[in-house]
């Protein structure tokens, strides 16, 4: 039962055009929403997040919009640069419980 | 620079074996965690502990057991090893005194096969 679904496994964009990356999540007590970047052969990183509080977050390049009635989230980047390909997971917190559920991971592939 | 460790980097390892992967932060960070990824799973938590000295089971406990003895380390051990265990292993820690939510740090992995 995944409670966190990333459905796009693989994403290809040009250079300079916006990639947008798209996450579902199932659990109404999720309250706090991260997105974090995977290179190969290295551990994720953060990279943004968002309260449920909230319905947009912004950070430079990257965006993340949360409509909460749709229990969907996405992140947006603006200019997508080579240097963004990488897998992309989308995670899930409820406060109460402090652990993060992560969803299946997209690889996004920005060609140049 | 400041950060977690993990080692081994890669194993290869016979069913049955014991193994313990190694894990270390220098961030003072009261929470850690060991998860595994796998390729169309994405990250699975299997156990946690939020301070030294308790630990929690997560989502994929079984055949798996961590130890808290203080803050810098907490180890994973496979007591005997099996081939479903074949996956890549992320340590991550997180300060979680005080504030409900907490971004994961995350070391750069253990790839471990188990034939």
């Known amino acids: 039962d995944q409670q966190v679904k990333q459905n796009s496994p693989s994403l290809s964009v040009q250079e300079g055009r916006i990639s947008i990356l798209n996450c579902d999540y199932t659990n109404s007590m999720f309250d706090y929403f991260l997105w974090y970047k995977k290179y190969p052969a290295e551990g994720p990183t953060f990279l943004i997040s968002i309260s449920s509080i909230k319905d947009k977050n912004e950070d430079g390049r990257f965006t993340v919009f949360l409509n909460k009635s749709a229990k969907h989230l996405s992140l947006h980047i603006v200019p997508s640069q080579p240097g963004d390909s990488a897998v992309y997971f989308c995670a899930a917190m409820a406060s109460n419980t402090g652990k993060l559920i992560f969803g299946q991971g997209t690889t996004l592939q920005v060609k140049p | 620079i400041a950060g977690i460790t993990q080692a081994p980097t890669s194993q290869i390892l016979a069913a049955g074996r014991r193994m313990t992967l190694r894990c270390t932060q220098d961030m003072r960070h009261n929470a850690m965690y060991w998860y595994r990824q796998d390729l169309g799973l994405g990250l699975r938590l299997i156990h946690y502990s939020n301070t030294a000295g308790t630990t929690g089971k997560g989502e994929v406990p079984d055949g798996y057991s961590v130890s808290r003895a203080n803050t810098d380390d907490f180890p994973l051990t496979l007591a005997s090893a099996v081939p479903s265990q074949t996956s890549v292993y992320f340590c991550?820690?997180?300060?979680?005194?005080?504030?409900?939510?907490?971004?994961?740090?995350f070391g750069p992995g253990t790839r471990l096969t188990v034939l």
């Open positions: 991550a820690s997180s300060d979680i005194s005080g504030r409900a939510y907490n971004e994961q740090f």
